[in-house]
């Protein structure tokens, strides 16, 4: 039965990292050609990135504690 939990925690983690990258702000656009250029991450990729690391924390938080 906790597993389950743990799988809706991280699905959890999932649909709001895919939301927080979606999300737009009015009257903001790409940035002017004149900024100095940065290595290329998109929001959806960088909030994959946490949500991923965030359930491979939990499922390892999960087994730990059930080993003890």
């Known amino acids: 039965m906790k597993m389950f939990s743990i799988a809706a925690a991280a699905a959890s983690i999932s649909a ?13 656009g ?8 940065v290595p290329e991450i998109s929001a ?8 991923a690391l965030a359930a491979i924390v939990l499922l390892t938080w999960e087994r730990r504690r059930r080993a003890h």
């Open 16 to 28: 709001f990292a895919a939301g927080v990258a979606h999300a737009t702000v009015p009257g903001f």
């Open 30 to 37: 790409p940035p002017p050609p004149s900024v100095t250029p």
């Open 44 to 51: 959806l990729e960088g909030t994959a990135a946490l949500a």
